[in-house]
C-alpha cells in the first residue's frame, strides 16, 4: 500500500471534472434559469424549532420564536441547503418556489 495518498478535494475534483453532465454545473449552478430561487415560510405552522438557519443561515434567521426568510431570493449556491431545511421541516411550514 505505498500508493500516493489522495486528498478528499483532489478526489471530490478528479470525480467532478470527469463526470460528464448535460444542461448543467456539477455543483449544482444553472445558467439557464431565469428567475432565482424563491422561499417562504407558513408562520403559522412554523414551531420554532430552529432547523432551517441551522441548515441554511444564509436564507433563514430566528426572529423572537419564529424563523423568517432574509431577504426576497435565495442567493446563488445556497439552493441546496434551502430545499433540505424544507425536506427536513417537521411541520412542512418551508415553501420552496423553484
Not at 483532489?10 to 430561487?37: H, I, K, N, Q, W
Not at 414551531?47 to 423568517?68: I, K, N, Q, S, Y
Amino acid at each position: 500500500m505505498g500508493g500516493a495518498r489522495v486528498s478528499r478535494c483532489e478526489f471530490l475534483l478528479a470525480g467532478c471534472c470527469s463526470a460528464t453532465v448535460s444542461g448543467s454545473d456539477p455543483l449544482g449552478y444553472d445558467e439557464t434559469r431565469e428567475t432565482p430561487m424563491k422561499v417562504t415560510i407558513d408562520t403559522d405552522a412554523c414551531v420554532g424549532c430552529g432547523l432551517c438557519p441551522d441548515a441554511c443561515p444564509a436564507v433563514f434567521e430566528m426572529d423572537g420564536d419564529l424563523a423568517r426568510v432574509i431577504g426576497d431570493e435565495v442567493p446563488a449556491g445556497e439552493e441546496d441547503g434551502c430545499r433540505d431545511a424544507a425536506e427536513h421541516c417537521p411541520v412542512d411550514a418551508i415553501v420552496v418556489d423553484g
